[in-house]
């Protein structure tokens, strides 16, 4: 029987059918060996300890040590961690021997035995043999390491754990942003631009850390990379036409005790579009004042990167009109941030933002709308899906009071939906789809600081996407604006808040304005008999009202189209599916939308001049 077993495991297992997904060096050929340079600088003379505790890893808790052990001209990084309970001077004899067998790399055996007999290391105050790391960490007395007549001063803090580098291509006429996602720093950013260009991509063969990164003047804070030239400090570069096909650096400096970090684009500086396909709304902003009071809004579905699905050939994306290269998060990503920086600057204070991929929160729209700011809320689908929705808000207009976030499918068991759930029972195969769907209501509550007496209930959601399934829709718009009226109503209950409650209902709505959501949300019902309910002949109609506290008016309008896919060879959609709603709040004005000629340019959008298969929708509201 064992044998048998043996020569069971043994024998070789069918081979998986070949998968017809291309590799990356198919999708986009030329960057299957990119590689980021990352260099790291640490600070002279200083020994940087900290304490590493964790509950579920016991074996993994102790002291960790990183300094730059200098000698002959070399500057030698030495890191080294101990557990909590072993003895300082084994401690010791340990990070001698690390730094003697860092010294062998680069010199003889008998230069090493020589450096051996007379290295000595010492603390500045006495340890017995008894002491251990624990005790040493906490003793403050212990302030200086030396050895080989060099002394380290120790600097007992824990170098922060941050995601840090230059990914996105940079592209002349937009912004080059460093990702940096840290809670506990705020960095100060140098930017450098290389001397040679460079015609190929950055070929991870010829990608070496060893540039040489050092101190111009440590207590001035400058620094020198070898071949490459100083531009400029700030939290974003905006590349010359004069960079195109060179290399961009950045170093990023979180203070005097915590070792500085330096990061080489993957990709060249390219030249980037000249124009937008919002040039003419950002036009119209700016020569269009906001009236007294007024605020400025927009709602924008930017595309989340996760469903572009770039591993297959050109004409089996989902965008197959539109060339991989423009599909690309690397690419897209600088021209969003272009269009929120120029819409922000030319007097937008309130964005409606879906489609935002949770992998850039914290590295790019956080710091970005900080840096100009602005206060980013996020809030993230339900279940697995790593995107969602986000409101922005200019901090010197309002102020944050409060910011929550519903899962619909939850919401389907709240006491005020026990109808929802009734028509839902009818229907095994409807009550399946909304309660899987991720579809999440954020809701943030803002003060206005330059109107008193006024808050905002600001809602953001983007509901359902199939066509199939309006009566799904229609269901989460019900549950939506229940929810958007009872926070409505705590607030008012509370003795605290001010008298004047505004509302403001953004996002991508999937429905056009002959669909039910849009019949439900401005007219503020729905009946049994309406033809949605016929997309499931199982499931039982309903009639459905606005909550009496709640009445809602589009103030967005209802253009031709927010979302257009269609070309002449390709098939697709064109419709309105994104508005602004409101109560106690009007329209004043709308921006127009971008020239048909533009949005046509290469077919439909996305394309080289729009990150999103939608466009934005702005207006100008007023109070009342």
């Not at 007097?347 to 879906?354: K, N």
Request: aromatic share 12%.
């Amino acid at each position: 029987m064992l044998n048998f077993l043996l020569s069971f495991f043994r024998k070789k297992r069918p081979s998986p059918p070949p998968i017809n997904n291309l590799s990356w060096s198919e999708i986009l050929p030329g960057e299957n060996n990119i590689k980021e340079i990352r260099i790291m600088l640490l600070p002279t003379d200083k020994a940087i300890v900290w304490k590493t505790e964790n509950e579920k890893k016991k074996c993994n808790d102790g002291i960790s040590l990183l300094f730059e052990f200098q000698y002959a001209g070399k500057r030698i990084p030495i890191t080294m961690k101990r557990h909590f309970d072993q003895k300082v001077l084994d401690s010791m004899q340990k990070l001698r021997s690390i730094v003697i067998k860092k010294l062998a790399k680069d010199l003889s055996e008998k230069e090493c035995q020589e450096i051996g007999t007379k290295f000595k290391m010492a603390l500045n105050i006495e340890v017995s043999d008894k002491c251990t790391m624990r005790e040493f960490y906490e003793n403050k007395d212990a302030i200086e390491l030396s050895f080989l007549n060099r002394k380290y001063e120790i600097v007992r803090k824990n170098p922060p754990s941050y995601d840090f580098g230059l990914t996105m291509t940079p592209l002349t006429n937009s912004i080059v942003i460093a990702k940096f996602a840290s809670s506990e720093l705020s960095p100060k950013y140098h930017w450098f631009v290389s001397n040679k260009k460079y015609r190929e991509f950055w070929k991870r063969k010829n990608a070496k850390n060893d540039i040489e990164f050092k101190f111009l003047n440590e207590e001035k804070r400058t620094f020198h990379i070898e071949g490459y030239e100083y531009r400029s400090s700030g939290r974003f570069y905006e590349a010359d036409p004069k960079d195109v096909d060179k290399l961009v650096a950045v170093v990023f400096d979180s203070g005097n005790d915590l070792p500085v970090h330096c990061s080489i684009s993957t990709q060249v500086v390219e030249i980037g579009p000249i124009e937008l396909i919002t040039d003419s709304q950002i036009e119209w902003c700016k020569n269009n004042k906001r009236i007294d009071h007024g605020i400025r809004v927009m709602t924008y579905n930017i595309l989340a990167d996760l469903y572009l699905k770039l591993n297959v050939d050109q004409k089996d994306l989902f965008f197959k009109y539109c060339d991989k290269n423009y599909q690309r998060a690397l690419y897209r990503v600088p021209l969003i941030m272009r269009q929120f920086k120029e819409f922000l600057q030319s007097g937008v204070e309130l964005f409606f933002i879906q489609e935002v991929d949770c992998s850039k929160v914290h590295k790019y729209y956080i710091p970005f709308f900080q840096y100009f700011n602005y206060h980013f809320v996020f809030a993230k689908k339900q279940f697995l899906v790593n995107e969602g929705v986000g409101i922005a808000f200019d901090d010197s207009r309002f102020r944050l009071i409060k910011s929550m976030e519903y899962g619909l499918h939850q919401l389907v068991n709240e006491k005020e939906n026990e109808d929802v759930l009734r028509t839902l029972d009818t229907s095994e195969s409807s009550k399946k789809i909304l309660t899987t769907r991720p579809t999440v209501v954020q809701i943030v509550i803002l003060e206005d600081l330059k109107v008193a007496d006024k808050w905002i209930i600001c809602a953001n959601t983007h509901l359902h996407h199939n066509p199939k399934d309006e009566h799904i829709k229609l269901l989460q718009s019900v549950m939506a604006t229940r929810i958007i009226a009872k926070v409505k109503n705590d607030i008012k209950n509370d003795p605290n808040s001010p008298k004047n409650i505004h509302v403001l209902f953004g996002g991508d709505f999937n429905s056009i304005p002959s669909g039910p959501v849009f019949e439900f949300m401005s007219t503020g019902k729905i009946s049994a008999d309406h033809v949605c309910w016929e997309l499931d002949p199982a499931i039982e109609g309903t009639s459905f009202e606005f909550p009496e506290n709640l009445k809602l008016t589009c103030l967005t309008g209802t253009p031709e189209y927010t979302n257009y896919t269609h070309t002449n060879k390709t098939p697709g959609f064109i419709g309105c599916l994104d508005y602004v709603w409101g109560e106690d709040i009007s329209c004043d004005s709308m921006c127009p939308m971008p020239e048909h000629s533009k949005v046509r340019q290469y077919g439909a959008i996305p394309s080289k001049i729009s990150p999103s298969d939608h466009l934005p929708l702005i207006s100008d509201l007023k109070y009342g």
